[in-house]
Nanobody, 124 residues
Framework: VQLVDSGGGLVQAVGSLRLSCAAAGRTFSSYAIGWFRQASGKEREFVAAISLSGSITYYPDSVKGRFTISRDKAKNTVYLHMNSLKPEDTAVYCC??????????????????WGRGTQVTVSS
């Protein structure tokens, strides 16, 4: 499955952005979806994940309460709603798909398909 992530941009601190992850050529329904980010000079970091059904979501403490992941099956799209953005949220954000999310939803190695990424820059 090909993933196309979009929606990044430049935003001021405490602002909001919505990222989108769309599937090209195949439906999302068989995959759990995760979002990861990588800031310049840092390791890739887990940001959010959503189960196949959309009923279970996962977040690290760093974004819990600020970010929300959701999926729209009719549009074959997963969204990452980001509120109260901070300069430290600046990174390239990528969505990824896995056929089985399991316990290791936070591990990038468990995801088989990746989007190219979209840059999010938060100014102070």
């Amino acid at each position: 499955v090909q993933l196309v992530d979009s929606g990044g941009g430049l935003v001021q601190a405490v602002g909001s952005l919505r990222l989108s992850c769309a599937a090209a050529g195949r439906t999302f329904s068989s995959y759990a979806i995760g979002w990861f980010r990588q800031a310049s000079g840092k390791e890739r970091e887990f940001v959010a994940a959503i189960s196949l059904s959309g009923s279970i979501t996962y977040y690290p403490d760093s974004v819990k309460g600020r970010f929300t992941i959701s999926r729209d099956k009719a549009k074959n799209t997963v969204y990452l709603h980001m509120n109260s953005l901070k300069p430290e949220d600046t990174a390239v954000y990528c969505c990824a798909a896995t056929s089985y999310i399991g316990t290791y939803y936070y591990m990038a190695a468990k995801y088989s398909y990746w989007g190219r990424g979209t840059q999010v820059t938060v100014s102070s």
